[in-house]
């Protein structure tokens, strides 16, 4: 992961630069396959409602090959849910 670099993106505002210290490239085999047994591990650790849609709830989660998406209906839902899933990683 040498010479990588990370930037968190929300509506106009970015972050500063992230260096990544662990993990897999973009495109490798096994990063779909570790991501969907992680994240699964991490919702469950949450206590994010996995089901349904945003109707019917404040957070959903979106996850694709090597992505994740957190998508709110208010800036602190999302860092709610962001904390949640950070603190269920452990």
């Known amino acids: 992961m040498s ?7 929300v509506q106009a505002d970015l972050s500063e630069n992230l260096l990544p210290n662990k993990g897999l490239k973009q495109g490798d085999a096994l990063a779909c396959l570790l991501l969907n047994l992680a994240l699964e591990k991490a919702e469950e650790g949450s206590g994010i409602q ?17 992505d994740i998406d957190i998508i709110a209906r208010s800036m602190n839902a999302m860092k709610e849910a962001f904390l949640a899933l950070e603190m269920a990683e452990d």
């Open 3 to 9: 010479g990588a670099e990370c930037f968190v993106r």
């Open 50 to 66: 996995a089901s349904g849609t945003l109707l019917n709830k404040t957070v959903q989660l979106l996850a694709y090959a090597d």
